[in-house]
């Protein structure tokens, strides 16, 4: 059984889950940023709302293309938890320490060079370290492989 799943294992399998995911993370992870920051939010609450949302846009970008392969909402989601939580886990523990660590981001505007520019390393490490977990999971048939049934 493992070898199946081992074939389809490639760097470039992983890259592309891990992008998709990295795609829903970021959406989350912009949108929870630009709002904790334009609200002038605590830290913390900004952090929070930032990997609620990339959960939910990580899912919800899952879910899309399964219920386009005729899943029902139900099985939609169970697909959606089964691809991406350890991924998106992962994606943001690293994204959100990276913005953490960064003295002044969390502090910053939205018109500050520092604010885009730790966000957007902070994805591109997320997406980095995230790579090879994603690998790890494909070739155990986890993680984005329980989705492959269902693209086109």
């Given amino acids: 059984m493992h070898e199946h799943h081992t074939a389809s294992a490639t760097w470039s399998a992983a890259a592309q889950a891990t992008l998709h995911c990295l795609t829903g993370c970021a ?3 912009v949108l929870g940023m630009v709002i904790g920051t ?16 990339a959960f ?5 970008l899952t879910m899309r293309g399964v219920l386009r392969a005729g899943l029902d909402v139900r099985s939609a989601l169970k697909v959606a938890l089964a691809a991406d939580t350890v991924s998106i886990a992962v994606m943001e523990i690293l994204d959100n320490l990276v913005i953490v660590a960064v003295p002044g981001a969390m502090d910053s505007g939205l018109g500050d060079l520092l604010f885009w520019g730790s966000l957007a390393a902070s994805l591109v490490i997320a997406f ?3 790579t090879p977990v994603n690998r790890f999971m494909i070739s155990r048939g986890k993680g984005h492989a329980v989705v492959h049934q269902y693209h086109h």
């Fill in 27 to 29: 959406i989350g992870e």
């Fill in 128 to 130: 980095l370290f995230t």
């Fill in 38 to 53: 334009a609200f002038a939010l605590h830290n913390a609450a900004t952090v929070v709302i930032s990997i609620v949302l």
């Fill in 56 to 60: 939910a846009f990580g899912y919800a």
